[in-house]
RNA sequence: AGAGCAUAUCGAACAGUCGCGUAUAAAAUUCGCAAGAAUUUAUAUGAGGAAAGUCCGGGCUCCACAGAGCAAGGAUGCUGGAUAACGUCCAGUGAGGGUGACCUCAAGGAAAGUGCAACAGAAAAUAACAGCCUUGCUGGAAGUUAGAAAUUAGAGAUGAGUUUAUAAUUUUAUAAUAUCUGACCUCUAAUUUCUGGCUUCUAGCAAGGUAACGGUGAAAAGGUGAGGUAAGAGCUUACCGCUAAUAUGGUGACAUAUUAGGUCAAUGUAAACCCCAUCCGGAGCAACACCUAAAAAGAAGGUUAAGACUGCUCGUCAUCUUCUAAAAUGGUGGCUUGAUAUAUAUAGUAAUAUAUAUACUAGAUAAAUGGCUGUUCAAGACAGAACCCGGCUUAUAGAUAUGCUCAAAAU
RNA sequence: UGGGGUGUAGCCAAGUGGUAAGGCACCAGACUUUGACUCUGGCAUUUCGGCGGUUCGAGUCCUCCCACCCCAG
């Protein structure tokens, strides 16, 4: 079971935002929920108001990248969305600022 | 080398490494009631010229059938061709723009009917009004003619005065008196006034003729010259324009030529209603089909009803339709071999068609192309498939090729 | 995927093809010792989201775009 499981529907997204722990950065906001299973769910939300398709497919591609890259030291068993923030300019930011973003909230939520 | 026009093509590349979707093969394991799914390894493959906007057209699926007619609604509108089809494309015609290469055009009908045309202007479509001209009546002015009156001048006649002589008494009478002379009178001429007639001009009224001219306006009833007329006018004529017919050329739109037409009066607007011609049944892959476990059925209506956007009529099919309630945040297919792409040949001006050969080049379903490192350069614009095609429109850093135009310079 | 709507001054907005109404706000003046209220005047820079077209003339009619909002499965 190596591979990423996605939150899907609807319900599953508004239960852990209105029921979870929230943390803001200076890029994104994380909502995290503890669900019963022995797994991490993952969900990526982009406001259409961040820009056209292109620019929302490449933030998406730089959240997913960088949780894999810690997937393997998070603990188990909670339901986490990431929200992008509706202001930030597309070109303002590179991989590595997105990086140290997700490293600061995860270390504050102290799951990692 | 500069400025531009048209057409076509490309639209970052390479290497290493970590990772993602799909397909195929292999083996087992895990999840799920199940249908089925996931994991690991190997190989292959993986966004565009616009994938976009969703503006047209078609395929495909369902609506019993997808049939007919009328109405309503919508779309298109020069000609010929291409195409599965189109509002697309190609080749032409006409009109407009540009020095030019070339570009743009929803480009049928306004004597079928209705509506609208602000302001200005006489008037925005019936031709009215002012003006011009003719005739009649009434009035005014000028000229001419006839008559009357007055004034002036000239002539004639008359005789007063002056002078002289004579007679008688200072005065009076008589006679004479010149190229002298006032008035009256007569005649003639001129001027002025009055009356009548005629002519011309003019004012008003009435009847008629006329549409050239009338400041405006986007637009004013063919234009210009000459003749003509009471005044005028296509009233006549020349040229230009317009309309029609015929002939020739062209498949055709149309072009050219000839002839005729002055009833050549009737403006513009149809992207105002409208008329004519042609076309259009509706909804959409969240369509639709299948599989698995679970679940719950009840009521009402029905051949005169209902049957996937409107109304009516006809035909035909078929037995169901509506309402209330319940049940999966299940799975698989649909899904990519197609009006396909590339190359060559043939036909055609071309769009395109036919034939042959080669190729199979994304198929996701919360949704795959990314991160890091290095190298190169022009330093990377617009931008992400979601059932599939043909177009249109819009965005786009730049790069390349071919043909052509203009200007300048040189020869 | 399909359908519908809106765009006019800083804000709310009306608008038959023929001079872009009105209100709030703002500015100036009057009134007042001063302020508020009230009264008077001004405020669309050739312009109605944008490029074109039809028309003598487009806020209005047509075409194509832009932005925003709403609805259905």
New binding site residues.
């Given amino acids: ?3 990423t499981v ?6 599953e997204f508004r239960g852990v935002l209105n029921k979870g722990i929230c943390s803001r950065g200076f890029l994104l906001d994380i909502y995290i929920r503890k669900n019963n299973k022995k797994i991490n769910q993952l ?3 982009v406001s259409k108001k961040a820009g ?3 620019k929302r ?2 933030i ?3 959240i997913r ?1 960088n949780y ?1 890259l810690f997937e393997k030291d998070l603990d188990v068993g909670n339901s986490i969305v990431i929200l992008w923030k509706k202001k930030i300019d597309y070109n303002n930011f ?3 600022d997105v990086k140290n973003d997700i490293f600061n909230i995860f270390t504050k939520l102290k799951i990692l």
């Fill in positions: 079971m190596k591979k996605m939150l899907k529907k609807n319900y969900g990526i939300a056209n398709s292109v497919n490449k998406k591609r730089l990248e894999r590179n991989f590595y």
